[in-house]
């Protein structure tokens, strides 16, 4: 054995996560009050947590959802996609962010992204608009913030909806104003390795009173028992339904475990964006190595840290990188391979090759650890590993 294989040997005994919750007594006794209360589900947790999250994030309304996913199903739902509808999105994103718009009956369209801050390039959505598109969904890649004022000035231009996905995002602001406060709808998501948890859980924040009617039936059944909105009322029993909507409630053992959470979550960015200074000190002098661009109008809160490289620096291929992390116990990950490569979205004739600098991204880059929860012990192995990696495999 060489001399550098042994450096190259486990740093740990066992895996270190890329991103973990953190729950305190707070949490537990918080979920542990509900299970002993009156209501374990459509109880008076949920519009706490919505009030908490809307008011953290600077828009008047919340809407609680089973899950993030759920959540954008809903606003696609209020924006009113239907079939033969047009919604522009990046392809660096989890499968979420364009399937909502597949529910609904709607065609996403994918523009590339800029290759700096890796989020959808304003420049690539305008050559998109057809008189057919409806939305922009923009997702804060990573938890740094799109250029959502330029999105904006696009989707004004052209009277389309933007549905902000901001599920990296919570706690990050964009020229010093939270994310939230910026696009028509805003969507959170509340699963474990997100900003705060509520096990599974999502969130629309808006604005406009018209989106939070329409997602406040859209998450149960199309449903409404408001006096003012039914047609007829045949007494205290009766409800009509408006539209077709589903059962994408969350419970209020849920939504008590969100507000409990809530009271850390800027602890949980600040925690966040000290780990991503450290990384960027420990890797700026490292040949080859491409350290995550930060926006001047971005203010990041840091869900992923993500590391490039250039290829003609190294001799091994990004699997093998990936590999040795992996062996050294160094949970990394890769977010995200494009969606539109996805054999699914492949057999609805989406094309390789239709935004190639977010494939260029997806060979050349690797997601690290990174959680409040962190100890300095796993940070600094962290940056053991990825210096003796890069290092052992360096030209
Ligand atoms: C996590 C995530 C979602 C979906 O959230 P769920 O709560 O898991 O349904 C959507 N978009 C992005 C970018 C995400 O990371």
Redesign the pocket.
Known sequence: MTVENDELKPIRSTLLPYGQQWLDEADINAVIDVLKSDFITQGPSIQRFESKVAEYAGAKFGVAFA????A?HGACFAAGIGQGDEVITTPL??L??SNCVLYQGGTPVFADIDPLTYNIDPAQILPKITSRTKAIIP?DFSGQPAEIDKIRSIAKDHHLVVIE?A??SLGAEYNGRKIGAWADMTMF???PV?HVTTG???MIVTDNEEYYRKLLQFRSHGMTREPSELIKNDGPWYYEMHSLGYNYRMTDLQAALGVSQMDKLDDFVARRREIAAIYNDEFKDLPGLVLPHQHPNANSSWHLYVLRWLPEYFTASRKVIFEKFREMNIGVNIHYYPVYLQPYYQSLGYEAGICPEAEHYYETSITLPLFPKMREKDIDDVCTTVKLIFDYYRN
């Open positions: 899950n993030g996913t759920a954008l994103t989890f979420a962010s997702v996905d599920a990296h998501s509340f699963h997100k599974e859980g999502g």
